[in-house]
Nanobody
């Protein structure tokens, strides 16, 4: 069964940090690009960061550059999103995503809630 499972969300004060994880199973994790998205209430889902299959290439939305870092450990079949200097506007449900093409198409995790509040 192909799946992505996020973890690590929670409540953090402004200026704080969280590290999200995205564990993949049921497919060859190291062959696929992983992307993090987020969706706040009443807003469109938006891309946060992406990482290539081998981890050498990353990209970030402008609103997280310099604060968030995406990484992956293919041996553990897990991708990470380190989030520092969190702001209230970063509060959202964070999802990881991959496209498995013919093996399964678009695959989303269930999401993990991030709340930034004092």
């Amino acid at each position: 069964q192909v799946q992505l499972v996020e973890a690590g969300g929670g409540l953090v004060q402004p200026g704080g940090s969280l590290r999200l994880s995205c564990a993949g199973s049921g497919f060859t994790f190291e062959n696929y690009l992983i992307t993090w998205y987020r969706q706040a209430p009443g807003k469109e889902r938006e891309l946060v960061a992406g990482i290539s299959s081998g981890g050498a290439s990353t990209n970030y939305a402008d609103f997280v550059k310099g604060r968030f870092t995406i990484s992956r450990d293919n041996g553990k079949k897990t991708a990470y999103l380190q989030m520092n200097s969190l702001k209230p506007e970063d509060a959202a449900v964070y999802y990881c995503y991959t496209n498995l093409g013919q093996l399964g198409g678009s695959t989303w995790g269930q999401g993990t809630q991030v709340t930034v509040s004092s």
